[in-house]
């Protein structure tokens, strides 16, 4: 595709640096491969979004800035080339407060409360007795400082994963609030979901999730992930190797068909059968998932032991993404009356 054709399909897409353990196999498989394909055909702004991380995680943010690098380096070794796309951290495109600020003007209330996100975690927050002192106002405004992450470059589309589809919605309606009163500004971003994505189990059988403790790394050594394989959930009444296996709901079965699409079956058809066992499935994807991370890994830790390197490629990232987000905060002042 050319590259004017292709500049005008911009897509934004980001996620939270949330600590130095960095990103898992569900981000990788479920979001970041889908964005990495979607290089091809869009201009892709690629954002590691910080402030997010400060609507729950305000108190202690010393090791903020490395998981920032973490995670820019997981992106690239994961296949997003940051000179076609644009790798770069929210907080250093300050347009993205403003564009915050002004439609926190516009957002009612009502909507913010009602978003099942938010009052999950003040619950989750009261169970654990902290009070109602830390669930701040920034926390209630998150939805409105992700329409302003996505508006800022008036996108066509934002990649989701099947598990968040949802999610983009108030954000359209925040974008269809905007140009019904200011005049459209904004084309509504669509949905970008991918039909190939999977979501990724964890070890556990529950969704893969680093608050469920139930992750494979991109950071794991391969004897890490020997390890957790080893402990990961089968069949339960699968105790003998004879013993008929249920892959549909064994998490070593389900990766196995994530990460080796054309040959899992037979292995699936031997286990129901009995005639494997699955210490046998642990150590087949135990290789499988080794040899398709061992690439990231090395790549990840190249770009993390040149950190100059990466706050270059940052910065770079973040002055292209700018020239988007000014034109952008042109249009939103003009259109509101601000100058
Ligand atoms: P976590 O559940 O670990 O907190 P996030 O909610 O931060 O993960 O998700 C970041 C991105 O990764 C989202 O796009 C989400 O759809 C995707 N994702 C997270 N977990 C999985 C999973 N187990 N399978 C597929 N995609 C996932």
Redesign the pocket.
Known sequence: MSETAKASKRILSG??P?GTSGL?I??L????RNWVRLQDESTLYCCIVDWHSLTTRYADTQQLWEACLILAAEYIAAGIDPKRSMVFIQSQVKEHAELHLLLSMITPLGWLERVPTFKEKRELISDKGEGDESISYGLLGYPCLQSADILLYRPLGV??????AAHLELSREICRRFNHLYGPVFPEPKSIISEV??????LDGR?????YGN?IYLSDSADVVADKVKNAFTTTTKLRKTDPGVPETCVVCQLRRVYDPEGYSTSWDEDRAGIRGCMQSKKELTEILNTALEPIRQRRAELLSDKGELENILKDGADRARETAVETMDLVRKAMGLR
């Open positions: 996620m939270q949330t898992h569900g981000n498989e479920g979001a970041l990649p989701v994963g099947k598990d968040q994505t999977a979501v990724v189990p964890g969704k893969m999730s680093k608050s992750a």
